[in-house]
């Protein structure tokens, strides 16, 4: 079974920067599409950003013109690159392996990491 183990989270303050990655034990090109997650405190664990193996990319509304999701299936890795940081982008970010179906909607499959925290805050 593949793991995914994300890094990159941290402290930053409010319009700061941080780019998440998470790195899969085995090839990312055997999946059909990549994505992060987020779950806030108190609130349910949402699909921020997502991936497919032809680099199509979509983001919650939230997020446009912040985030960009990016992958290296050389590396193994997906990126998460987060500017411009707000408070309610705090959160822990989890990696997850998933299916884009032919009308752009993505599900997750059982392949998740163990979360990176992102605090913004000054």
């Given at each position: 079974q593949v793991q995914l183990v994300e890094s990159g989270g941290g402290l930053v303050q409010p319009g700061g920067s941080l780019r998440l990655s998470c790195t899969a034990s085995g090839s990312?090109?055997?999946f059909n599409a990549m994505g992060w997650y987020r779950q806030a405190p108190g609130k349910e664990r949402e699909l921020v950003a997502r991936i497919t193996s032809g680099f199509s990319t979509k983001y919650v509304d939230s997020v446009k013109g912040r985030f960009t999701i990016s992958r290296d299936n050389a590396k193994n890795t997906v990126y998460l690159q987060m500017n411009s940081l707000k408070s309610?982008?705090?959160?822990?970010?989890?990696?997850n392996a998933g299916i884009v179906d032919g009308a752009?909607?993505?599900y997750a499959m059982d392949y998740w990491g163990k979360g990176t925290l992102v605090t913004v805050s000054s």
């Amino acid at each position: 079974q593949v793991q995914l183990v994300e890094s990159g989270g941290g402290l930053v303050q409010p319009g700061g920067s941080l780019r998440l990655s998470c790195t899969a034990s085995g090839s990312i090109s055997s999946f059909n599409a990549m994505g992060w997650y987020r779950q806030a405190p108190g609130k349910e664990r949402e699909l921020v950003a997502r991936i497919t193996s032809g680099f199509s990319t979509k983001y919650v509304d939230s997020v446009k013109g912040r985030f960009t999701i990016s992958r290296d299936n050389a590396k193994n890795t997906v990126y998460l690159q987060m500017n411009s940081l707000k408070s309610e982008d705090t959160a822990v970010y989890y990696c997850n392996a998933g299916i884009v179906d032919g009308a752009g909607s993505y599900y997750a499959m059982d392949y998740w990491g163990k979360g990176t925290l992102v605090t913004v805050s000054s």
